[in-house]
Nanobody, 118 residues
Framework: QVQLVESGGGLVQPGGSLRLSCAAS????????MGWYRQAPGKQRELVAD???????NYADSVKARFTISRDNAKNTVYLQMNSLKPEDTAVYYC????????????WGQGTQVTVSS
């Protein structure tokens, strides 16, 4: 049984930082493209950042230079370091795993809430 478990969300003030983690079990992430996605109330889920098995990264324009995605294959875990957070970053953040050859996500985590507010 494949599980992706996100952690690290919470309430943070504007300008603050959070580090999200996504721990995988039942699957090796080594050759998967791993992504972080988010969904704000009333909006569609969107890609925030992803990282291929070869460590090529891709970011949404809205988070470039503020967020960093990384992976630790030995720990089977993917991270999202979020700096200079803004209120518009408030959303539920989801971890997703997909084949590098297909655009659709195969496995999703349950999500973790990130709220940026003073």
């Amino acid at each position: 049984q494949v599980q992706l478990v996100e952690s690290g969300g919470g309430l943070v003030q504007p300008g603050g930082s959070l580090r999200l983690s996504c721990a995988a079990s039942g699957i090796s992430i080594r050759f998967k493209t791993m992504g972080w996605y988010r969904q704000a109330p009333g909006k569609q889920r969107e890609l925030v950042a992803d990282i291929t098995g070869g460590d090529t990264t891709n970011y949404a324009d809205s988070v470039k230079a503020r967020f960093t995605i990384s992976r630790d294959n030995a720990k089977n875990t993917v991270y999202l370091q979020m700096n200079s957070l803004k209120p518009e970053d408030t959303a539920v953040y989801y971890c997703g795993a997909r084949s590098q050859y297909r655009p659709s996500v195969e496995f999703w985590g349950q999500g973790t809430q990130v709220t940026v507010s003073s």
